[in-house]
């Protein structure tokens, strides 16, 4: 019963940042970890960031540590990604998830829900 809906995503130069959001609704009450996952076409969708239901752990992936900071805020039941020192590999479509446990997983498979996804793509 929880809605995930990302927005921020657009078209964007090597070097540029995009904040990515993604606003939750419905039954939020229970515990829930988060994660940002990207997907580009014919790749398997990957992991890019958790944080916990805490907001005070957070995980990320190596191609992205020291560019992207996720956070919450779950006074507004939203999570964010910064993305900053976009590289053309960041190209995909970038979705969030919520996890029903306290830490982030980083398996897709695991997660509870999902957003519809927003576009996000870098030119060189």
């Known amino acids: 019963q929880v809605q995930l809906v990302e927005s921020g995503g657009g078209l964007v130069q090597a070097g540029d940042s995009l904040r990515l959001s993604c606003a939750a609704s419905?039954?939020?009450?229970?515990?829930?970890?988060m994660g940002w996952f990207h997907q580009a076409p014919g790749k398997e969708r990957e992991f890019v960031a958790g944080?916990?239901?805490?907001?005070?752990?957070?995980y990320y992936a190596d191609f992205v540590k020291g560019r992207f900071t996720i956070s919450r805020d779950t006074a507004k039941n939203t999570v964010y990604l910064q993305m900053n020192s976009l590289k053309p590999e960041d190209t995909a479509v970038y979705y969030c998830?919520?996890?029903?446990?306290?830490?982030?997983?980083?398996?897709?498979?695991?997660?509870?829900?999902w957003g519809r996804g927003t576009r996000v793509t870098v030119s060189s």
């Open positions: 998830a919520a996890f029903a446990g306290s830490m982030p997983e980083v398996r897709p498979s695991e997660y509870d829900h």
């Open positions: 944080i916990s239901w805490s907001g005070h752990s957070t």
């Open positions: 419905g039954r939020t009450g229970r515990p829930y970890a």
